[in-house]
């Protein structure tokens, strides 16, 4: 019997299930990461004197670190397992919120927030992979669609956490509380979490076999699982050469276009969740009507990704994915139009923050599934990383066109055309690891 052939068409147990949470709880810890400057952030200014641009840099500091650290860690799953390099980025991410903590000066937080990055950077890379390779066929969407929503749950309550903390304690407890709950979720995952199925049966190393089997009785599946065939060449390459392999013959077309996609994507969400407050109120709408402009978009964000992955239960991933871009894109110009009438606004923003987040946990869904498991964190490790490009270069790109004369409503219209242009990026993709997963013959013998 074959592991991944049983785990994609069985039911899955509450033990899988359980996996899914871990992945929640860390992408909620991420959410929370992620923005631990923006809710800091006038705390930090007062106390360090910075100015704009002094704080734009501490701003993008962790994006700069999860770029890196996502093109860092994905070889390093493929070669040395996906738990091992998650724990490896958790540690990262610990000591760079410990070390955020105790800055003295801006420069100082600035590397520590880089070192956090690199750690959100790798966690996301390997945690992904490991959902969706615990995922059967008909519930991989879902899973990751809850995954992804716990970004937004794990920013709220984080917003309102930083709220109550910095009055009382100061900005440096916001990521001394960030650095305990990541410290508890790191030995939760280290306990809890199984190693790769697919990284064991393809790496193979001491004792594999047995090891998948214990892992398949833990995940309530019945049998005596085999590895299948013989270890592949590009199994015992694998490592920092993976990057070769995700532009060779086979996967160059399929790479390019799931770039271009995450780039886009991660541009136009990072468009419209950090210049919405701030464009509203150049429209007309109060500094207030702004802030619930943009609590708006966060408010969709969750119910976004489970819609998605619900519907990823009854429709292909890839044209789901297609339609919420084609959507996102039309309703970022609806919103724009409307906030004459702050009612339609608000309402529209909602589905807006639907849509763009349902586009990123599309992209979480179907990148997984377009490499084979010889190169697989390293194929999403890439993509993330290409997304955090386009993540940087929003707020950098949109603040000069605001400052050269762009007006609010043409700079939503811009980000709507390339976000439904970044649709077609995905006609073609196809799911070649499903395909090969359902073969494991053919992969031995290529």
Do not use: H
């Not at 068409?9 to 949470?21: K, L």
């Not at 002094?54 to 397992?81: C, E, H, K, N, Y």
């Not at 390997?126 to 794990?154: D, H, L, P, Q």
């Not at 219209?413 to 013959?441: D, H, N, W």
């Amino acid at each position: 019997m074959d592991i991944r052939q049983t785990i994609n068409d069985t039911a899955m147990s509450r033990y899988q299930w359980f996996i899914v949470f871990i992945a929640v709880l860390l992408n909620a810890l991420d959410g929370f990461d992620v923005l631990a400057m923006s809710f800091t952030a006038n705390a930090v200014t007062e106390e360090f004197g910075l100015s704009g641009s002094q704080l734009g840099v501490l701003l993008s500091s962790a994006l700069f670190g999860m770029t890196a650290g996502s093109l860092l860690f994905g070889p390093i799953g493929d070669r040395f397992g996906r738990k091992n390099a998650l724990m490896i980025a958790l540690l990262f991410n610990v000591v760079g919120l410990v070390l955020s903590a105790t800055a003295q000066s801006a420069g100082q937080l600035g590397v520590w927030r880089l070192i956090t990055g690199i750690g959100i950077g790798g966690i996301l890379a390997c945690i992904t992979v490991v959902i969706s390779e615990f995922s059967n066929n008909k519930n991989r969407g879902m899973a990751m669609s809850i995954y992804a929503a716990g970004y937004g749950i794990g920013a709220s309550l984080g917003g309102f956490g930083a709220a109550q903390l910095i009055p009382t304690f100061g900005w440096r407890s916001v990521f001394a509380a960030g650095a305990i709950a990541t410290g508890i979720a790191t030995i939760a995952t280290f306990f809890f979490l199984p190693e790769s199925v697919d990284w064991l049966s393809t790496r193979r190393p001491a004792g594999a076999r047995d090891k998948i089997n214990y892992i398949a009785r833990r995940l309530g599946k019945v049998g005596t699982f085999e590895l299948p065939g013989e270890q592949s060449l590009s199994t015992k390459k694998a490592g920092l050469q993976s990057y070769a392999v995700l532009v060779n013959k086979e996967n160059r077309g399929t790479s390019i276009k799931l770039w271009v996609a995450f780039g886009i994507v991660m541009f136009g969400f990072y468009f419209a969740n950090t210049w919405t407050p701030k464009l509203l109120v150049e429209t007309g709408m109060s500094e207030q009507q702004g802030i619930i402009g943009g609590l708006m978009l966060s408010m969709g964000g969750a119910f976004g990704s489970l819609l998605y992955g619900f519907l990823t239960t009854k429709f292909s991933s890839r044209n789901t994915l297609m339609t919420f871009m084609v959507l996102s894109g039309l309703t970022l110009i609806l919103f724009i139009s409307s906030t004459s009438v702050p009612s339609i606004a608000f309402a529209s923003g909602v589905v807006v923050g639907m849509l763009i987040n349902g586009c990123v946990a599309g992209l979480y869904t179907l990148s997984p599934q377009l490499y084979s498991a010889e190169v697989r964190t390293t194929g999403v490790g890439a993509a993330i990383g290409m997304g955090r490009v386009g993540a940087i270069s929003a707020p950098l790109l949109v603040g000069s066109l605001l400052d050269s004369g762009w007006s609010p409503t043409q700079l939503y219209v811009g980000v709507a055309v390339i976000v439904v242009a970044g649709a077609t990026s995905l006609i073609g993709m196809r799911t070649q690891a499903v395909a090969v997963e359902k073969q494991p013959e053919a992969l031995a013998t290529k």
